[in-house]
């Protein structure tokens, strides 16, 4: 049989299975504060995984150790128990069975993370944090399996420039009666990194003036004579981004430390670590002298408490009423829509179609009907593609769901899919095996027989691969369809899809293409074989995709699973006795490889959810409430809201530099601004909703409303050039 590329039957269960798994995965996708519970929760910013350790089973006077591991994404972190200047420290609420109580996070040695004129401290890369288990006589495991079954609800915060919140649930599941020491190496390495005691009874902290004069004795003999770091256990206390010195006076340490102009604790004694070498030494320090006053604190009115429990029990708003575009907007989204797909034909993602496009162009060779019949068919199924997922989307959005474009990627089991669909394809067209040596020669002529409906379903199958990739050049337009009518937001859709097959629409129309085609022969067994290369380079990034969301594990067990496949394959395709031997052998495997690793692969992530308080500093700033600008613009007078919170390690930054400036507050008080803070530290509906009509999900965001203008939106690291440009334009 000659080569050809995939069959039609192959892309028809491909069609029905991303059908019917999109389907399930959408109809499931994670809302905020949702997620099924396991060992692992994976989010776009962590991966954080509940481990054990029992050397000797779970048994009174025996060691146990849970703890939670956190794998950070480049450039972000999570805080230690004094955050610094921002931040909030991780928090653990832990269910137990009957006779096991969790003790406090043994906190392994934090960083000095500076950030400006802001200092925090925390974790980046991978941290366990440890947490020691007391068994008592009085427990006992399940009767039927013998295990111990711990629960945990963990909450983080996780910054880089901005800061989101997040939290997990997590299980697992202990044999009580075997060694569970798989992650002994990890617990050894946390517990290792845990500061140790100082032995000295004479460390002392005195306050003189705005300083703290420490004096720390009992350090090790090895470090006198280096530079410590120092973590001071206690938040709000010192100033931690300033300049502080630092001596030895023999085998006593001694530093002069600022005091915090915005101190609210006063501590004694006053708990430190020191640090030299990736080694910290824990001593608590007595205090001499009295404490200054405390800063006072943002208190909140008994009103606006009130106010703000009755918001959160509001009910979200609706999504908002779609009205008609200007024709001159949706003739400008039609325009981007088409530009777009156009574009598309550029991108990365696109390579299987190219593939499978240009090898059925050589097959036709100067058969113009077959090239216009195969361009026509491929049209209708990328628009018609496009419009069902536009539709599904608006849908899904008009009920309450909160997705964004290429939300199919979003499940692991269509990546997987695409991945295993992918992999057969390109061994097909490197020659490993034909569809015809193993399918009924009826089922492996469906493509010979109906060519149009072949190059429909590649249609779809380019709709379902390259939709993630018109985010770069349909952010408007895409963005534009949520508040559009039905029918013009489908419009858009479809005319992406016309851009996305207008080049292959053409080439079937015009003869000099085909003119310009070889005419068959050994070339087009080279270019089959080569247009495998696409296909791979495909599969290496689904298995990239699928690692964002399910972890290493998951994109381990995906290229697992896809070597079977292709085992599988090339069995299938053997003759005789290797056949009869090798097929049901391998179908075995890849049935055993199944069962153990694809609950890794379709693992879904935990969505991050939010906390938020409200608090106000500054005499000339107002808290926000819900209706107070429109009131404020409704008057006649601008407003300027900051929606930030105190972990947010970009608000503090911009909120002691811009907005501190005085050139900022000159300017503010000209134009007679209104200042608002929406403080986003606690869980709060009413600015989760504010911020999600700004197409906002976390903060710092800033907005500029003026009566009878559009809001003006600024960037997270706010300018002061650019805020005064703005507020010079009111």
């Not at 708990?271 to 007595?286: F, I, M, S, T």
């Not at 009423?321 to 777009?340: H, I």
């Not at 819900?626 to 919170?645: K, M, N």
Request: net charge neutral; hydrophobic share 50%; with cysteine.
């Amino acid at each position: 049989m000659p080569h050809r590329p995939p069959s039609l039957l192959v892309k028809a269960i491909f069609f029905i299975a991303f059908l019917l798994a999109g389907a399930g995965s959408w109809a499931q996708l994670p809302t905020k504060g949702s997620g099924a519970a396991s060992a692992v929760v994976t989010t776009p910013h962590v991966r954080a995984e509940l481990i054990a350790h029992a050397p000797q089973g779970i048994e009174p006077g025996q060691p146990l150790w849970l703890g939670l591991q956190i794998t950070h994404q480049p450039e972000w972190h999570t805080y230690w128990k004094n955050p610094g200047d921002s931040g909030l420290p991780i928090e653990m609420a832990w269910t137990l069975p009957a006779g096991l109580d969790a003790g406090e996070i043994a906190w392994p040695l934090p960083k000095k993370i500076p950030i400006g004129t802001l200092a925090n401290y925390g974790y980046e890369g991978t941290v366990l944090l440890p947490v020691p288990v007391t068994v008592a006589s009085t427990f006992a495991p399940k009767a039927l399996s013998n295990d111990a079954t711990v629960r945990l609800h963990a909450t983080w915060l996780v910054c880089r420039k901005e800061c989101i919140p997040e939290e997990g649930d997590f299980t697992l599941t202990i044999p009580a009666r075997s060694t569970t020491a798989m992650h002994g190496a990890a617990f050894d390495a946390a517990l290792a990194a845990q500061p140790r005691p100082v032995a000295g009874q004479d460390s002392q902290a005195r306050i003189e003036g705005g300083t703290l004069q420490l004096s720390v004795q009992g350090l090790p003999e090895a470090l006198r004579g280096k530079t410590l770091e120092m973590f001071p256990e206690t938040p709000e206390v010192i100033e931690n981004a300033a300049a502080w010195t630092q001596a030895w006076k023999g085998a006593v340490w001694t530093a002069e430390v600022p005091l915090s102009a915005q101190r609210s604790n006063s501590p004694d004694p006053m708990p430190v670590v020191l640090a030299a070498d990736g080694q910290g030494y824990r001593a608590e320090l007595k205090v001499l002298g009295a404490w200054p006053a405390v800063a006072a604190a943002a208190a909140v009115s008994p009103a606006l408490e009130a106010a703000l429990k009755a918001n959160a029990a509001a009910a979200p708003p609706g999504p908002p009423a779609t009205t008609p575009a200007p024709a001159a907007t949706l003739a400008a989204a039609l325009l981007g829509a088409l530009l777009g797909g156009l574009l598309l034909n550029l991108m990365p993602c696109v390579f299987p179609v190219l593939a499978i496009k240009v090898v059925g162009f050589a097959q036709h060779g100067q058969d113009r009907r077959a090239h216009r019949l195969s361009g026509i068919a491929y049209t209708a199924g990328v628009v018609l593609s496009f419009l069902a997922l536009g539709a599904l989307m608006l849908g899904l959005r008009a009920a309450g769901e909160a997705i964004g474009w290429g939300f199919q990627l979003q499940s692991p089991a269509v990546v997987a899919g695409l991945a295993a669909l992918f992999t057969l394809i390109a061994l097909n067209l490197a020659g490993v095996f034909e569809f015809g040596h193993f399918l009924p020669s009826s089922v492996a002529s469906l493509q010979a027989r109906h060519p149009v409906a072949d190059s429909f379903l590649t249609g779809v199958l380019a709709v379902a691969v390259a939709s993630p990739c018109t985010a770069p050049f349909m952010g408007a337009s895409l963005g534009l369809t949520a508040t559009l009518p039905g029918p013009q937001a489908l419009a858009v859709f479809a005319v992406l899809g016309l851009g996305l097959a207008l080049p292959y629409l053409a080439a079937a129309f015009v003869p000099a293409v085909a003119r310009a085609l070889p005419r068959p022969g050994a070339w087009m067994d080279t270019l089959r074989k080569f247009m495998a290369f696409p296909m791979l380079a495909t599969v290496v990034w689904l298995v990239w995709v699928l690692g964002q969301q399910s972890g290493i594990d998951g994109a381990g067990a995906l290229l697992i699973l896809l070597v079977a496949l292709g085992m599988v394959a090339w069995a299938l395709s053997l003759a005789g006795t290797a056949r009869r031997f090798m097929a049901p052998v391998s179908v075995l495997a890849l049935a055993l490889l199944a069962w153990t690793f694809a609950p890794h692969i379709t693992s879904v992530a935990a969505a991050p959810t939010s906390t938020a308080t409200t608090s106000t500093t500054g005499a000339q700033w107002q808290a926000w409430t819900p209706g107070a600008a429109e009131q404020l613009i409704a008057s006649g007078r601008p407003v300027f809201v900051d929606f930030t919170a105190a972990w947010c390690v970009t608000c503090q930054y911009n909120k002691k530099t811009t907005l501190a400036d005085a050139g900022v507050q000159a300017d503010f008080a000209a134009k007679n601004v209104a200042l608002l803070r929406a403080d986003w530290t606690r869980r709060d509906p009413a600015i989760t909703a504010a911020l999600a009509q700004l197409g906002r999900s976390g903060v710092p965001v800033y907005v500029l409303h003026a009566p009878g203008k559009a809001p003006v939106v600024f960037s997270e690291i706010l300018g002061e050039a650019e805020l005064r440009a703005a507020v010079a334009a009111l």
